[in-house]
C-alpha cells in the first residue's frame, strides 16, 4: 500500500475490502447483514463496503436468500471474471496447463505431450500450452493476470539457469527465461514442483493450518519441499529440497550429481529401487516399464495384501524411507511430514504406518506423520495457488 499512512480511513477501507473479499471466497455468497456479522461492520458500513466493491468489479449480485422469514436479502460473491491466473506442469513427457478464475474455480485445461521434441522449441511448448487451456477457458493470453510454471529441479536464482533437472531437455540454455518474458504478456514465475505440491497441500489438503512441515515426494525421482514460519524455503541456490543426492546408510554416494543421479536417498528409496527389492524377496510377475508404474503397481499389490512377502515389500521399503526421513527430522524438527506422490500414495495405510513405527525408532523427534490428500494434479494445482495468492494481492488491493 504504497503512499498510505497507517491507519488512515483509505487503509482502513482497503483493509476491510480484503477482509470481505477474503470471507466472500471461504465461505461463497453472502449478503449485506452476514458479511458485516462476520466483519463487524455497521450496516452503513457493510452497504458502503459492497457498493464499492460492485463500483471496482470486484463482487457482483448473483441472487437473493430464499426460504428465510422476512423479506428476501441481495447475495454478493466475488466477481469470478475480476481476473485470471494460470499454472504450467512441466515434464519431460508433457506440459499440463490450467487456468482458474480469481475464485479458483479452472476455467480451461490442456495437455501438450513433449516427447522426443527438439530442445530449443521450449518457448513454443509452453506458449502452446497456455494458450491450449486460454483458449479452453474462453480467454486471451492478455486476460491471464500472472503464470507459475513448475518443473523438476530449480532456476538459480543469481544465473537464471536451471540446476537439478539435467533430463528436462532445453530448460537449461542462458537465455530462456529471457525468451519466455518476451513471448509471454504476463509476469512469470517458476518454481519446483515438489515445492508447489507442498503449496497445494498447505492452501487445500493434509498441511492446512500448519505453518511449518517437510513435504516427502516419489514419482519419477525423490524430492522434498520445507516449509518454515508458513514460507517455502528454497535455499541459495533454490536446491532446497534436492534429497536425493542425500547420503544415507544402506547407499553409495552420489559423486559428480551434475551427470549421474545414483546413490544416496534416491537409490535407496526411489521408485528404482522397488522391483529389484521385489525381486529379491522372490514377488513373481514384477513386470518391466517406468520405474515408477513399476513402484506404483507393486505398492498397491502390497497395499491390498498387508501380509507375506508383500508385507515384507512394505516393511523394507518403510524403512527405506524412514532413514532419509530421519536425517530431515534430525535437522528441522517438523511438526508435521506429508507423505505424497503416486509411489508412496500407492502403498496407502499399511506403508504410513510402517513409515511411522520406523521413524519413531529412527528420529529423536515425533512429529505427525500424514498422507498427502490433493490427488489430482497436485503440481499444477500448487501452480495454480501460487498464481492466485499473489494475483489477489494485486487485484483485491483497493487502495491504490
Not at 426460504?67 to 469470478?80: E, F, I, K, T
Not at 509471454?184 to 505440491?197: A, F, G, I, S, T
Not at 506429508?338 to 509411489?343: F, I, K, Q, T
Request: net charge neutral; glycine share 12%; proline share 6%.
Amino acid at each position: 500500500m504504497a503512499g498510505t499512512t497507517p491507519g488512515t480511513p483509505r487503509v482502513l477501507r482497503a483493509m476491510n475490502d480484503r477482509a470481505a473479499l477474503d470471507l466472500l471466497l471461504e465461505h461463497g455468497p453472502l449478503s449485506r447483514t452476514r458479511i458485516g456479522n462476520l466483519t463487524g461492520l455497521s450496516k452503513p458500513t457493510a452497504s458502503q463496503l459492497l457498493a464499492r466493491l460492485e463500483a471496482a468489479g470486484l463482487v457482483v449480485v448473483t441472487g437473493t436468500t430464499e426460504g428465510r422469514p422476512g423479506p428476501s436479502a441481495q447475495l454478493y460473491a466475488v466477481n469470478a471474471r475480476a481476473a485470471y491466473a494460470a499454472g504450467l506442469d512441466v515434464t519431460p513427457q508433457r506440459i499440463r496447463a490450467a487456468v482458474a478464475d480469481i475464485t479458483g474455480a479452472v476455467a480451461g485445461e490442456y495437455e501438450l505431450p513433449t516427447p522426443g521434441r527438439r530442445a530449443d522449441s521450449v518457448v513454443r511448448q509452453v506458449t502452446d500450452a497456455l494458450d491450449g487451456a486460454v483458449k479452453a477457458a474462453g480467454i486471451t493470453r492478455a486476460d491471464v493476470h500472472r503464470l507459475v510454471v513448475g518443473t523438476p529441479g530449480a532456476f538459480d536464482p543469481s544465473t537464471g539457469r536451471l540446476r537439478y533437472a539435467s533430463h528436462l531437455p532445453g530448460w537449461h540454455a542462458p537465455a530462456l527465461l529471457d525468451e519466455l518474458a518476451a513471448a509471454l504478456p504476463m509476469p512469470v514465475e517458476y518454481e519446483n514442483d515438489v515445492n508447489l505440491v507442498a503449496v497445494a497441500e498447505q492452501r487445500l489438503g493434509a498441511a492446512r493450518g500448519h505453518d511449518s512441515f517437510v513435504l516427502l515426494w516419489n514419482e519419477e525421482g525423490l524430492g522434498a519441499a520445507l516449509v518454515i514460519g508458513g514460507r517455502l524455503h528454497r535455499g541459495f541456490t533454490g536446491g532446497a529440497g534436492e534429497v536425493g543426492f542425500l547420503p544415507v546408510p544402506g547407499a553409495p554416494l552420489v559423486r559428480q550429481v551434475t551427470k549421474a543421479n545414483s546413490g544416496g536417498f534416491q537409490e535407496l528409496a526411489g521408485a528404482q529401487a522397488l522391483p529389484a527389492l521385489a525381486r529379491e524377496l522372490g514377488i513373481q510377475g514384477v513386470g518391466g516399464g517406468p520405474h515408477a508404474r513399476v513402484a506404483t503397481a507393486l505398492l498397491a499389490r502390497a497395499a491390498e495384501a498387508d501380509s507375506g512377502v508383500y508385507g515384507e515389500l512394505l516393511d523394507a521399503y518403510a524403512t527405506s524411507l524412514a532413514t532419509g526421513l530421519a536425517s530431515l527430522v534430525a535437522v528441522l524438527d517438523p511438526e508435521l511430514v506429508v507423505l505424497s506422490g503416486d509411489v508412496i500414495a500407492a502403498g496407502g495405510e499399511p506403508l504410513r504406518t510402517r513409515v511411522r513405527a520406523e521413524l519413531t525408532e529412527l528420529a529423536a523427534a515425533r512429529p505427525r506423520l500424514v498422507s498427502g490428500t490433493v490427488r489430482s494434479g497436485p503440481v499444477l494445482r500448487g501452480a495454480l495457488e501460487s498464481a492466485l495468492a499473489t494475483t489477489r494481492d494485486e487485484v483485491f488491493d483497493t487502495s491504490r
